[in-house]
T-cell receptor, first 109, second 113 residues
């Protein structure tokens, strides 16, 4: 089976940098994805790591260490609109995408 | 704009009703998914279709019946639901195979009364 852990809540101020961690235990692993979900909306894809290292997409970066079963999402130059829930998700061998419990980010003025 | 389209956006149904949720994707993806999401919880996988064949059924009650008429369409037939089935139902698609990510539609908000 699979299990993922994320912090339940993170709070930061506008313009700051925040890191959301994700640790996982899976029976098979192809990659780690990150999704953003605003209240009342659907999850939207942010970033994907299949190999160790950092992937950068604008203000968002994602990191993966396969040997540590660990990844993180880094959000820079925080804006109020970044207030949302963030989910990490593991892709396993069977095209199964399993989501972590989610981290609620609150950005304060 | 999402390339995974779900209808209806909102649905209210009685426990004796039969209704369907519909999903269409225009990205040429070969795998399609149904997820269920309750408030403040992560999406929970229900079904996966790969190349139009059901490949994963996460022990979903038979009152939920998926159908994949072709590689672009996915339906979820609903019958004799319970109030606890009220949730956001998300359709998603991916390229299929290993190491791909998935893209969600905007979801269908279902309320069972």
């Amino acid at each position: 089976g699979q299990s993922l852990e994320q912090p339940s809540e993170v709070t930061a101020v506008e313009g700051a940098i925040v890191q959301i961690n994700c640790t996982y235990q899976t029976s098979g692993f192809y990659g780690l994805s990150w999704y953003q979900q605003h209240d009342g909306g659907a999850p939207t894809f942010l970033s994907y790591n299949a190999l160790d290292g950092l992937e950068e997409t604008g203000r968002f970066s994602s990191f993966l260490s396969r040997s540590d079963s660990y990844g993180y999402l880094l959000l820079q130059e925080l804006q109020m609109k970044d207030s949302a829930s963030y989910f990490c998700a593991v892709t396993d061998y069977g095209q199964n995408f399993v989501f972590g419990p989610g981290t609620r980010l609150s950005v304060l003025p | 704009d999402t390339e995974v389209t779900q209808t209806p956006k909102h649905l209210v149904m009685g426990m004796t009703n039969k209704k369907s949720l519909k999903c269409e994707q225009h990205m040429g993806h070969r795998a399609m998914y149904w997820y269920k999401q309750k408030a403040k919880k992560p999406p929970e996988l229900m079904f996966v279709y790969s190349y139009e064949k059901l490949s994963i059924n996460e022990s979903v009650p038979s009152r939920f019946s998926p159908e994949c008429p072709n590689s672009s369409l996915l339906n979820l037939h609903l019958h004799a639901l319970q109030p606890e089935d009220s949730a956001l139902y998300l359709c998603a698609s991916s390229q299929g195979g290993s190491g791909n990510t998935i893209y969600f539609g905007e979801g269908s908000w279902l309320t069972v009364v």
